[in-house]
């Protein structure tokens, strides 16, 4: 997920929120890796060797783990290194896990994306989409898993990223400024209550708070029976190629997201209103960007999309909307010539005047300027 938007627009308070919505989940004490006790390929490289000798795993709970990721980070901060501490007390050759393995089963979270080297960034986006980290350095040969959802938020003023690494996040949503005075003072207030005591704050709204953690466990368990039909997904795929989408990415991210969002609802079917509302956030980021285009990349999306979706109501609008704006221009053109015909003789001299004088300037005359003798 990729969130664009202006400063102090709550982008980083929203991430970090987050953690606390999501619920507890099943881990090894003790490990660096977040192992689940009970799944293999979700295990790290001491605890998978632990249970495959059938030694015992002490089990327990933990939150969900929200790993912020620093601008200033390095390779080897990231994915892991060697074990200097245990190279020189013990002289044996270890590993030291990096942020990789502390967000796994949880969220990544970069600030200010668009100001990490490209590198790091792909880096990550490998792995995330992998779901899992190989280290080879020093000697040491690492594989652990490396599942997680990774969240970068930025100021598009600030830089772009490149559109490879757009590409490469699911979703991209755009935050405003709130220009609702109502909404900005309740905001405001909200903040001020925040500080003044932020666990009373946060104890009013524990019931709130434990409702949507509720209803997310209930569409995680539900999404895997949620189904969407073939027509729905040719439908996706035509607007995808009528979009230049390079890849199958956006078609893949549009009817995944399409699925979380039905079973959000409570339903198992995809709808065509589920592609309605989230088709802009799965491919604004991916459009080829041209200067010369006129138009919005958002409108040209929902533009394209609408034509498939339903040719006959498309055209039927698109008429529609012909039929009114030549309306209005008939309109204007009888307001016009009614003006007109109210003027005064003074008035009509005064336009006649401006209509020459535009004239002359079109053909580079300056005012004042001598235009020849009359009739020529």
């Known amino acids: 997920m990729l969130i664009l938007g202006d400063r102090g627009t709550a982008k980083s308070v929203a991430v970090r929120a987050l953690a606390s919505l999501l619920p507890d989940i099943d881990v090894v ?17 001491g605890v998978l060797a632990d249970f495959q000798a059938g030694r015992p795993i002490q089990a327990g709970k933990a939150p969900t783990p929200l790993v912020e990721l620093p601008l200033g980070a390095t390779e080897d901060r990231i994915c892991g290194t060697i074990d200097i501490e245990a190279a020189l007390k013990d002289g044996v050759k270890a590993f030291e896990p990096g942020l990789l393995a502390k967000a796994n089963r949880g969220i990544l979270y970069v600030d200010e994306v668009n100001l990490l080297e490209d590198s790091l960034v792909d ?31 930025g100021n598009p003023s600030e830089g772009e990223l490149r559109p490879q690494l757009l590409d490469r996040f699911g979703c991209c949503v755009n935050i405003y400024t709130v220009m609702d005075v109502e909404q ?17 704050f946060v104890a009013a709204r524990q019931a709130e708070t434990d409702e949507l953690r509720d209803k997310i466990v209930a569409a995680r368990d539900r999404v895997k029976e949620v189904v969407a039909d073939r027509d729905i997904m040719l439908k996706v795929s035509t607007a995808c190629s009528e979009l230049g989408i390079d890849g199958l990415r956006g078609d893949l991210v549009i009817i995944r997201t399409a699925k979380a969002l039905a079973a959000w609802e409570g339903r198992t079917q995809v709808e065509l209103r589920d592609v309605d509302r989230i088709i802009s956030m799965c491919l604004n980021h991916r459009l080829r960007k041209d ?40 309109e204007r053109a009888a307001l016009e010539a009614a003006r007109k015909e109210a003027m005064s003789e003074a008035e009509k001299k005064v336009e ?6 535009a004239e002359r300037e079109k053909k580079g005359l300056k005012k004042g300027a001598w235009g020849g003798l009359p009739g020529r």
């Open 29 to 45: 004490e003790g490990d660096d890796f977040n192992s689940h006790p009970s799944i293999p390929k979700m295990m790290g490289p």
């Open 123 to 153: 880096l990550v986006l490998d792995s995330a989409a992998g779901g899992i980290n190989t280290v080879e350095r020093e000697g040491i040969s690492v594989i652990h898993p490396a599942k997680f959802i990774m969240i970068g938020s």
């Open 184 to 200: 900005r003072v309740e905001l405001t207030m909200n903040r001020i209550e925040y500080e003044k005591n932020p666990k009373a």
């Open 291 to 330: 200067v010369l285009d006129t138009i919005d990349t958002g409108s040209r999306t929902l533009m394209v999309w609408n034509r498939v979706r339903d040719p006959e109501e498309f055209e039927r609008k698109k008429a529609a909307a012909a039929e009114a704006a030549a309306q209005a221009r008939k």
């Open 352 to 357: 006649e005047d401006k209509a020459k004088e």
